[in-house]
């Protein structure tokens, strides 16, 4: 089985390798130690935590809405033209943009640094192995 590094792990879960040090010392993540002394995290337990993760995040939101696959962050563009508008969101290390009509940008008040939720609900998702 896979194994994934500190900063490996870190990048996947998008948050800094001290916080993935402090969830492994608080127990919250097994690791392990190789040869060097190195902390390694087996595939099936960053995958079973970053579910749980997932979970966590989720538990406070208030929308009700079949989109699953949501993104905090936070608004860095908007760009608005006469009947359409372009507004990207940075969320962790995923950029995200969005097109809309620039009459929904003004009734929800978006601006660049405010935080926001980019939902994405797709037919096709396409998975790239790396």
Do not use: C
Not at 18 to 33: C, E, N
Not at 122 to 128: F, G, K, L, Q
Request: neutral net charge; hydrophobic residues 45%; without cysteine.
């Amino acid at each position: 089985m896979r194994s994934y590094t500190i900063g490996r792990a870190a990048k996947l879960l998008g948050v800094s390798a001290d916080t993935v040090r402090r969830w492994a010392d608080a127990g919250r993540i097994p690791t392990r130690r190789d040869e060097a002394g190195k902390r390694h995290i087996d595939g099936a337990d960053l995958a079973a935590f970053s579910v749980s993760l997932a979970a966590e995040a989720a538990d406070g939101e208030d929308a009700y809405t079949s989109a699953r696959n949501a993104f905090p962050g936070i608004i860095t563009a908007v760009k608005l033209g006469d009947v359409a508008a372009q507004v990207e969101v940075q969320a962790g290390p995923h950029r995200l943009v969005s097109l809309l009509t620039r009459e929904a940008v003004d009734e929800l008040g978006l601006a660049v640094g405010m935080e926001a939720v980019a939902r994405v609900k797709a037919t096709n998702v396409h998975i790239d192995r790396t």
